[in-house]
């Protein structure tokens, strides 16, 4: 149980388009999901809380308006990266809210590269 | 702001022990966690401290003392798989995670 999933696992665009990664929970349903950002060979850092029906809280240094957040029903959120430029390819990895504060189920992670 | 440090690499023969140490410079947090990532791969839960003092899951243990602002994670009997990297974790009220910066356990044969 607690599977989650995320598409596509890698990606590959031009600067300037937007690419969308969608985060799934396959087995249960999570009103909470993170979203985060990994450079390589680096940590994790969170970049928004996605809440199910309601606007995503972003952390502190992280464009709204580049990251776009839609968490329209129990079982998925999407992020979309607007506008993207190179500096943005990176690890994106979702993750949902577990039965305890402190577990997390992560996602496999996308790739994006950006060109 | 939140920040928890990590070595950023330890090594250590098959069968061994090793300590992963995490400080931090923060407070209100609920407790801390401990993840492991293998290259490319999804982090996955270890362990987790709520209160002070040591958690014994398996060969993994997890230390938490809140008056050093210290914790550790403690991986014995050590297995080739064990090589990834391992981030510590605190959690709040807001349930996210804050990571820290992560260490890169080799374990050699």
Same mark, same amino acid.
């Given at each position: ?20 990664? =969608? ?8 009103t909470t999901m993170?979203w985060?950002? %990994?450079?390589?060979? %680096?940590?994790?850092?969170?970049m928004a809380t996605s809440n199910e029906g309601s606007k995503a809280t972003y952390e502190?240094?992280v464009?709204k308006d580049?990251f776009l957040i839609n968490h329209a029903?129990?079982?998925?959120s999407t992020l979309t ?15 949902? =809210?577990?039965? %305890?504060?402190?577990? %997390? ?11 | /702001?939140?920040?928890?440090? #990590? ?9 061994? +022990?090793?300590? +992963? ?6 407070? /209100?947090?609920? @407790? ?8 490319? @791969?999804?982090?996955?839960? *270890?362990?987790?401290?709520? *209160?002070? /003092? *040591?958690?014994?899951? /398996? ?11 210290? @914790?550790?994670? *403690? ?19 807001t349930?996210?995670? +804050? ?6 356990? #080799?374990?050699?044969?």
């Amino acid at each position: 149980g607690a599977v989650v999933s995320q598409h596509p696992s890698w990606v590959i665009c031009k600067s300037g388009t937007s690419v969308k990664i =969608e985060c799934r929970s396959l087995d249960f349903q999570a009103t909470t999901m993170f979203w985060y950002r %990994q450079f390589p060979k %680096q940590s994790l850092m969170l970049m928004a809380t996605s809440n199910e029906g309601s606007k995503a809280t972003y952390e502190q240094g992280v464009e709204k308006d580049k990251f776009l957040i839609n968490h329209a029903s129990l079982t998925l959120s999407t992020l979309t990266v607007t506008s993207a430029h190179p500096e943005d390819s990176s690890f994106y990895i979702c993750s949902a =809210e577990g039965a %305890q504060t402190y577990e %997390q189920y992560f996602g496999p992670g996308t790739r994006l590269t950006v060109t | /702001g939140q920040s928890l440090e #990590q070595p950023s690499e330890v090594t250590a023969v098959e069968g061994a +022990i090793v300590q +992963i140490n995490c400080t931090y410079q923060t407070s /209100g947090f609920y @407790g801390l966690s401990w993840y492991q990532q293998h290259d490319g @791969g999804a982090p996955t839960f *270890l362990s987790y401290n709520g *209160l002070d /003092g *040591l958690e014994e899951t /398996g060969r993994f243990s997890s230390f938490l003392s809140r008056s050093d602002s210290y @914790g550790y994670l *403690l991986l014995q009997e050590l297995q080739m798989k064990d090589s990834a990297s391992y981030f510590c974790a605190l959690s709040y009220n807001t349930d996210k995670l +804050i990571f820290g910066t992560g260490t890169r356990l #080799q374990v050699f044969p």
